[in-house]
């Protein structure tokens, strides 16, 4: 009776064990499929042959616009940077607010970039070293050669956190597009005196 | 301006503090007027009138009358190579480029490394000290202003040239200035002219750009944390 008991314990443990391990299992495959400096170093390549392809068309601002606006919902966790950017007016917005942000600021994005992402027409992108750097993901460096200038480097910061493998941050010489435009907003928002909704609409008509 | 009194939290760093930023912002608002009323219509003048060959020569020889003075810095933060590779477009450009008229060197692959020496400080470990922005002059940190003082000081052009040379020597860099302006007008445009706050932004660009120069590329340190807000 001893015994069975202590085996019964045994038993109850190695199945708790056993529960634990499959838990642990369970989330196996997402830590196995981590984001990988090449997967990183791959979704650049394939933004920067896209971005350049935009460019090179010969389209007019108006007819490139939709498109890098199609780029960055596909390739850059639009939500997490948005999010970010906003920082605390983020946990007190509605849940419309926070749809309207999210909106307003890819459009932003998009027309500001898209501008200067127009002067690299007829450049070519070499991607150098690709760095992982933890939980902030993986750092890749690329060189945007434009014929006549000299070359200027641009990182591009890759991250899973929002569950995809996405741009997070688009560093130019140097120049981090996260705290230019954290600063951006905040100060708009101070203009608008803290109203989420009037800095909605005042992003709409910038970039 | 002293040296020893600036404070910061380390030697290179994205960030500098802002101490003076009511008189920055001051000087700010003044640099912007001069640019809206005098530097930016004269960049657009200069750069639809002459046509562009010409001001590429001018540009071509200002940038290599400063490479003397890159060659002494990277010299004196022990960087050899690059020493090496300036003085050989500086060799290359003077003879082959007609006096640096022509960039026969850029076509070598062998690029401008800009430097100064506000980076020779910062390799010699003085911190950056805080952000200031100077009249006409634009962005810069106490260290890097103090660099400027003796970059003028100790630029060997200065010296080699006839005194007669030297109000043309200026005037060239002054022209070059201009153009640059005209070149990169549509990023200097938005920053200046489109920015909510452009006091913020130009400070922004100016301090994170410096720092990469310095470094190579954005500090691991410096990254954001895309988990961050989540905490």
């Known amino acids: 009776m001893h015994s069975t008991n202590e085996t019964n314990l045994n038993r109850r443990a190695l199945l708790g064990a056993t529960a634990a391990l499959a838990l642990i299992a369970g989330f196996r495959p ?23 392809a935009i460019v090179n068309t010969g389209q007019s601002e108006a007819q490139t ?13 639009v939500p997490l940077i948005a999010r970010s950017i906003l920082g ?71 991250t899973d956190a ?15 597009m996260l705290s230019t435009e954290r600063a951006e ?13 009037k800095l909605i609409a005042d992003l709409g008509r910038r970039g | 301006m002293s040296l020893a009194g600036c404070t910061d939290t380390g030697a290179g760093g994205a960030d500098a503090p802002d101490p003076y930023a009511p008189a920055n912002r001051q000087v700010h608002a003044f640099n912007k007027a001069v640019d809206r009323a005098l530097v930016r219509p004269a960049a657009m003048a200069y750069g639809t009138a002459v046509p562009k060959p010409v001001r590429g020569g001018i540009d071509n020889v200002t940038a290599n009358l400063a490479l003397p003075g890159y060659f002494i810095n990277h010299l004196l933060q022990g960087d050899a190579a690059s020493a090496g590779e300036t003085f050989f477009r500086f060799g290359l450009n003077s003879t082959f480029g ?29 911190r950056q000290g805080a952000y200031v922005e100077l009249p006409l002059l634009g ?31 200026y005037a060239l ?28 932004a130009q400070r922004i660009a100016y301090l994170q750009n410096k720092a990469a120069n310095l470094g190579g590329g954005t500090a691991a340190e410096d990254l954001e944390d895309p988990y961050a807000f989540d905490q």
């Open chain 1, 30 to 52: 997402v830590a196995a499929r981590a984001l990988t400096t090449t997967d990183a170093a791959s979704l650049v390549a394939k933004v920067t042959t896209e971005l350049l």
């Open chain 1, 185 to 197: 907003v905040a100060a708009i928002l101070e203009a608008q005196r803290g109203s989420v909704d």
């Open chain 1, 65 to 77: 616009l939709p498109r890098f606006e199609a780029m960055f919902d596909r390739y850059a966790d």
């Open chain 1, 162 to 176: 929002g569950g995809s493998t996405r741009l997070f941050n688009l560093i130019i010489e140097g120049v981090s």
């Open chain 2, 98 to 126: 007609l006096a640096g008229l022509r960039d026969p060197a850029a076509d070598a692959g062998l690029f401008t490394r800009k430097t100064d020496f506000g980076e020779t400080l910062a390799v010699w470990g003085v």
């Open chain 2, 139 to 169: 962005p810069s940190t106490e260290r890097a202003f103090a660099g400027r003082v003796v970059d003028t000081a100790i630029n060997p052009v200065s010296y080699v040239l006839r005194s007669g040379d030297l109000p043309t020597y």
């Open chain 1, 88 to 158: 605390a007016p983020w946990r007190t917005a509605s849940d419309a607010q926070r749809n309207g942000f999210v909106a307003a600021f890819r459009g932003y994005l998009a027309r500001k970039y898209g501008k200067q992402f127009r002067e690299y027409k007829g450049a070519s992108v070499e991607i150098g070293t690709a760095s992982d750097q933890g939980r902030k993901g993986v750092l890749v460096k690329s060189t945007v050669k434009v014929p006549g200038k000299a070359p200027f480097l641009v990182e591009w910061q890759v």
């Open chain 2, 173 to 200: 860099n002054a022209t070059s200035l201009i153009g640059a302006r005209y070149d990169y007008r549509s990023i200097v445009d938005a920053l200046l002219y489109e920015s909510a706050d452009s006091y913020a």
